[in-house]
């Protein structure tokens, strides 16, 4: 918490003099006159590398290296008649270290406000039940029940588990409203691991997508006709422990889809298509399942 505390400050500190920094007069001169552009510029790269997860997974070099070059196409793009000799080059170094300054704190800001935000899931929220594995680390096994199903010929499933947005409502102060909602989500999902393990089958495989805040199970020889009793367990069961709606999209192999990103996006499209055809005051009444 004292790292994001400091890091806040620096820039909120940084921030006060970068917007204030022509009000320096020496001997009665304004030596520092930054062109208006890069103020703009500045708030922008500051609040693009807060908002943005992609500058923050990537090394601060990398942020760095990309507002610098913006900074140096506008420079040559729109005021190319200002020389590069004399006072002017060094106003140009000024307002690109400015600029740079700028992104480095911004950079340490979200680092630290994601840390802040992971350590306070790790403590408060269940931890993903161990059957649960993350998709993206599952290749080999996905592959090889394909393969499987292939080569003999047998139906399998694919159930995409995700729940309703429209019936997790929370009254929460805007300021702290996205951290909340996120976490929200998150808890959802997490605590809809032990409904999913308590109603499978020894024989289902289930992979954790936390990108899409979803699951999917793996039913080998079984086709769509006998998921849907298994989704509407899974829905039961949520909406009895956990108090939401689940929305469940089942695709089979071979009748829906011949690979399993194919199955994916088709269970996917059925899950949102129940979504969109239920209103908001009539979510706690589903039941249907897409197959």
């Known amino acids: ?28 001169e304004n030596v520092i006159d930054l062109r208006s552009f890069v103020y703009i510029l500045g708030l922008a790269a500051i609040i693009i590398t807060l908002m943005l997860p992609y500058f923050r997974q990537r090394r601060l070099l990398v942020a760095m290296t990309y507002w610098g070059a913006i900074y140096a196409i506008i420079r040559l793009a729109f005021f190319n008649s200002v020389s590069f000799v004399g006072v002017d080059i060094y106003l140009s170094l000024t307002e690109l270290v400015f600029l740079l300054v700028g992104v480095r704190f911004a ?3 979200a680092i630290d406000l994601y840390d802040f ?3 306070v899931i790790n403590i408060t929220l269940p931890q993903v039940n161990r059957q649960i594995r993350p998709l993206n680390d599952s290749n080999d096994e996905i592959q090889t ?49 032990r409904v999913v393990a308590d109603v499978m089958r020894r ?9 899409s805040n979803q699951f999917i199970v793996m039913s080998p ?12 367990r899974i829905k039961a069961a949520a909406s009895e422990r956990l108090g939401v709606d689940v929305l469940c999209g089942i695709a089979s192999f ?18 949102l298509r129940q979504l969109k055809a239920v209103k908001p005051q009539d979510t706690r009444s589903t039941v249907q399942t897409e197959i």
């Open 254 to 271: 071979p009748d829906d889809a011949l690979t399993f990103d194919e199955l994916i996006r088709e269970a996917d499209t059925r899950a």
């Open 1 to 28: 918490m004292k790292y994001l505390r400091r890091s806040i400050i620096a820039l909120v500190l940084y921030l006060a003099a970068f917007f204030n920094i022509e009000r320096l007069d020496f001997q009665g």
């Open 221 to 232: 020889e079984t086709n769509a006709a006998n998921s849907v009793s298994f989704a509407e």
């Open 145 to 193: 029940e394909m393969v499987r199903s292939r080569r003999h010929r047998r139906p399998m499933s694919v159930l995409v588990i995700k729940p309703d947005p429209q019936s997790v409502n929370l009254a929460i102060h805007r300021s702290v409203e996205e951290v909340q909602k996120s976490m929200m989500t998150r808890y959802v999902v997490t605590s809809l691991t």
């Open 117 to 119: 935000e992971q350590a």
């Open 107 to 109: 950079h340490q800001v």
């Open 203 to 211: 024989t289902d495989m289930i992979f954790e997508q936390p990108s």
